[in-house]
T-cell receptor, first 113, second 113 residues
């Protein structure tokens, strides 16, 4: 089965450091999503792209978060500078078209000390 | 404002019995609903979906029921198996050009042998 691949699976770093998370969507999927999961908020949508173009990033703190799709096989989520409140699990998902289910990667567990 | 609510944080059932997970929503524009299952340290996995033009969809042991007038959906698992123990998320989409999924906070199902 095709899967969404996320790297790294775990990241521990100190406050103020830059963090980059990567996602390889399923081949042929034209929509990519970034989510953050915390105990308090559950799964929150941060941003999503269709055909590599950003459609909505209203869920992201604009001053420190950025999301890009350099090509169809790679999506990145960057945090600079990172803060302890950014500690969470970040999921990437991809989908082939609207009203198709999103397929999730296994996430990046981020800890900011 | 939580548009998708799963009011039971946890549910425990005996193996072989029926598991019923519930979900309520407030946005009448939602027209496509999904259930995801999540194991620890993995991403959510798509389980089953239903369009608002239907009131029931079945896939093996899993059946989703939709009551549009009550803005309520439920997932029935019959018979429940220990391997079904996971967190179940309800999600909703308003379709059209809106690619967003809104997730509930999840229900932890434990199936006891």
């Amino acid at each position: 089965d095709a899967r969404v691949t996320q790297t790294p699976r775990h990241k521990v770093t100190e406050m103020g450091q830059e963090v980059t998370m990567r996602c390889q969507p399923i081949l042929g999927h034209n929509t990519v999503f970034w989510y953050r999961q915390t105990m308090m908020q559950g799964l929150e949508l941060l941003a999503y792209f269709r055909n590599r173009a950003p459609l909505d990033d209203s869920g992201m703190p604009k001053d420190r978060f950025s999301a890009e799709m350099p090509d169809a096989t790679l999506a990145t989520l960057k945090i600079q500078p990172s803060e302890p409140r950014d500690s969470a699990v970040y999921f990437c998902a991809s989908r082939q078209g609207w009203n198709q289910p999103q397929h999730f990667g296994d996430g990046t567990r981020l800890s900011i000390l | 404002d939580q548009q998708v609510k799963q009011n039971s944080p946890s549910l425990s059932v005996q193996e072989g019995r029926i598991s019923i997970l519930n979900c309520d929503y407030t946005n009448s524009m939602f027209d496509y609903f999904l259930w995801y299952k999540k194991y620890p340290a993995e991403g959510p996995t798509f389980l089953i979906s239903i369009s608002s033009i239907k009131d029931k969809n079945e896939d093996g042991r899993f059946t989703v029921f939709l009551n549009k007038s009550a803005k309520h959906l439920s997932l029935h698992i019959v018979p429940s198996q220990p391997g079904d123990s996971a967190v179940y998320f309800c999600a909703a989409n308003s379709g059209g050009s809106n690619y967003k999924l809104t997730f509930g906070k999840g229900t932890l199902l434990t199936v006891n042998p």
